[in-house]
């Protein structure tokens, strides 16, 4: 083999070695970038804890409502959104509340009304699409105040 092709394969091996170690560390830090990215809210570990419960019910909520939707069911649909709706909403934490940020407040306001809407309509006898729109709205505000904000430990 000739110094030259020696020399060539060597300098393709290095590039694709550069090009594999890049892309791997690209690939890694891209979530991580975006976490770091969200804005931080220190809570308690009650708030921690009361908030991370009522946020799994409200996932359990569109859990309900989608069963309910899928058959045509709407008084199911109304108490599965109902468990998410006014009642969430006149229990958010006032420690809370006092500190986080306010686009923070009116995102977890919104998240609330809207299952109230979503309700209402249901209770009204509004039609799927209806109730569709309703529920991409709600989860728009899920999806907003999760990509802005991350709770991290009081001290
Ligand atoms: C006002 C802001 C806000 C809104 C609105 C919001 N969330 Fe969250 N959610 C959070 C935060 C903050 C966390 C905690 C993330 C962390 O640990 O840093 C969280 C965590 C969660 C978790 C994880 C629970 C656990 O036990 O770890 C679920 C599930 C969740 N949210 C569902 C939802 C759903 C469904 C909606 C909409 C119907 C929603 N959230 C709307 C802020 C929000």
């Not at 970038?33 to 804890?49: F, N, T």
């Not at 996932?59 to 709407?74: F, K, P, T």
């Amino acid at each position: 083999m000739s110094l030259t092709r020696l020399l060539a394969i060597i300098a393709i091996t290095l590039w694709g070695v550069t090009a594999a170690v890049f892309a791997a560390l690209q690939f890694q830090s891209g979530p991580q970038m975006h976490a770091a990215d969200r804005d931080l809210i220190a809570v308690s570990a009650d708030e921690r804890k009361f908030v991370l419960k009522e946020m799994r019910l409200m996932l359990e909520s569109l859990q309900g409502i989608m069963m309910a939707l899928e058959v045509g069911d709407n008084e199911a649909l109304a108490e599965a959104a109902a468990g998410s709706g006014n009642v969430m909403l006149a229990a958010l934490p006032p420690s809370l509340m006092a500190k986080a940020p306010k686009d923070f407040r009116v995102m977890a306001k919104g998240a609330h009304q809207g299952y109230a809407r979503i309700e209402a309509a249901a209770r009204k006898g509004e039609g799927k699409d209806k109730i569709i729109s309703l529920l991409a709205e709600v989860l728009g505000e899920c999806t907003a105040c999760h990509d802005s904000y991350r709770f991290i430990d009081q001290p």
